[in-house]
């Protein structure tokens, strides 16, 4: 089941959180780690920017056909995902 879209933005700042201050002792190469890490960060920050221009575009009367066409999915999928973010900007 889809998880909604303040789930998957909460879930993204849990896990930079905890990767923030996390230095691994037990491997010798922490790089690929440091590059998790990093990528969860922008996950985070691709979400939210997603998020906002998700709310621009419906506030400019963009349907949300047209919204679920630009992310790769259905109309209906869009307006599920982001209708609460759309509503509440």
Known sequence: MPRSLQEILEHADQLERRFADHEPAD???AEP???LRD???ERAAT???ISEAV???RQAGV????IGGMLGTS???ARKRYAVSAKTA
């Not at 349907?63 to 047209?66: F, G, H, L, T, V």
């Open 39 to 41: 990528a969860v960060t």
């Open 63 to 66: 349907s949300w056909s047209a």
């Open 55 to 57: 709310t621009n575009a």
């Open 47 to 49: 979400e939210r920017r």
């Open 33 to 35: 780690l440091h590059a």
């Open 27 to 29: 491997v010798r190469d």
């Open 75 to 77: 109309g209906e999928a």
